[in-house]
């Protein structure tokens, strides 16, 4: 396994890390949720993403269960705070009391006594930003947390949020967590190069386009039962961002590529995400644990200069962007 730095922290983080969004405590049983965490952590994963509000706690719940016995140095857990966790006023967001609630009962979900990541999981406009900062740091101060990011947020908000936290002495966001994949190549136009001048790592999710970039759904037909794309309970933000016929048929062109190269699609897909050196960690998820298998093997694959030519020509990034350097 390859490791990379988050951001300028000192901490290193592995560039496949295994996240439980639909999967962990959710879609996967509690023997295959062991099985995929115990593999990824075999096979040098250190970096385990999740949230609160991921099947609202029952993902860190199991998480926390099945990382239990790993020496606690040898691991980065990472998880979120915004979402509602219940229907009272205070119950979402990111006020001091929310944040602390919530880091607190994530703690306790997770079974440690600190979070290596703590990550405003979207922004907040209900709250002033100098209290999530200032939230963050007292959580610093408390031992609670190590370091804090943000997820899915603008470069111009990390900025500000940067600001108030020099001039109040506290600390900075490490890492941002955004969308990012051949399909969605926009974090190259703005974000991207901020978080390189900033020294911001970004743990980015939905690398492999909620699966549509395996290649295992057909244009023009059904999608197979059994997968995410054909499951209603599921498949709803894929329907709604990929479920499109040239993205099926683009899909397929990658799978031709990866075969030429004696990979697989997903192997590919991840391979070229991990290019950006503002990547630290590409964040999959697993409901089997040839899975983990495959794709932990991507941090380790080399992609041909024509190769990379042709991926860029087939899935273009957006109009203004800033070449890989």
Same mark, same amino acid.
């Given at each position: ?14 560039? !496949? ?6 999967? !962990?405590? @959710? ?20 970096? =385990? ?33 915004? %979402?509602? @966790? ?14 602390? *609630? ?9 079974? /440690? ?19 999530? /900062? ?53 974090? *190259? ?10 020294? /911001?790592?970004?743990?980015? =999710? ?15 037909? *059904? ?12 498949? @709803? ?23 030429? @190269? ?23 998820? %697993? ?12 941090? *380790? ?13 087939? =899935? ?10």
């Amino acid at each position: 396994m390859q490791y990379r730095r988050l951001g300028q922290a000192g901490i290193q983080v592995s560039a !496949i890390g295994l996240g439980s969004y639909l999967t !962990i405590g @959710m879609s996967i049983d509690e023997a295959m949720s062991r099985a995929t965490i115990h593999k990824a952590y075999e096979l040098g994963i250190n970096f =385990f993403d999740t949230a609160n509000a991921y099947n609202q706690g029952e993902a860190e719940h199991v998480l926390g269960r099945h990382l239990a016995g790993f020496r606690r140095a040898s691991l980065v857990i990472a998880t979120k705070v915004y %979402a509602p @966790m219940a229907d009272g006023p205070n119950d979402r967001g990111l006020s001091a009391k929310h944040i602390y *609630e919530q880091c607190h009962a994530s703690l306790k979900r997770l079974q /440690v006594d600190y979070l290596d990541l703590y990550q405003c999981h979207r922004p907040d406009a209900a709250t002033p930003l100098a209290e999530t /900062v200032q939230a963050m740091e007292d959580l610093a101060r408390q031992g609670k947390i190590l370091y804090w990011g943000t997820s899915e947020w603008p470069a111009w908000l990390i900025a500000k949020a940067h600001a108030i936290a020099h001039a109040r002495g506290a600390r900075r966001a490490v890492s941002n967590q955004p969308r990012y994949s051949l399909l969605y190549r926009q974090p *190259e136009a703005e974000l991207f190069q901020f978080c390189r001048a900033e020294g /911001v790592g970004n743990v980015v =999710f939905s690398p492999l386009a909620h699966g549509i970039l395996t290649g295992k759904y057909t244009p023009g037909a *059904e999608p197979p039962a059994g997968t995410r794309a054909a499951d209603p309970k599921q498949n @709803m933000i894929l329907k709604r961002l990929y479920w499109r016929q040239d993205y099926l048929e683009k899909a397929q062109q990658l799978k031709r590529h990866a075969t030429a @190269m004696q990979v697989s699609a997903a192997q590919l897909a991840l391979a070229w995400v991990l290019l950006r050196p503002e990547v630290s960690s590409a964040i999959i998820g %697993a409901t089997r644990v040839s899975q983990v298998e495959e794709n932990a093997a991507a941090a *380790e694959l080399a992609i041909p200069a024509d190769i990379r030519r042709d991926l860029d020509e087939l =899935f273009p990034g957006p109009s203004e962007t800033y070449p890989i350097e």
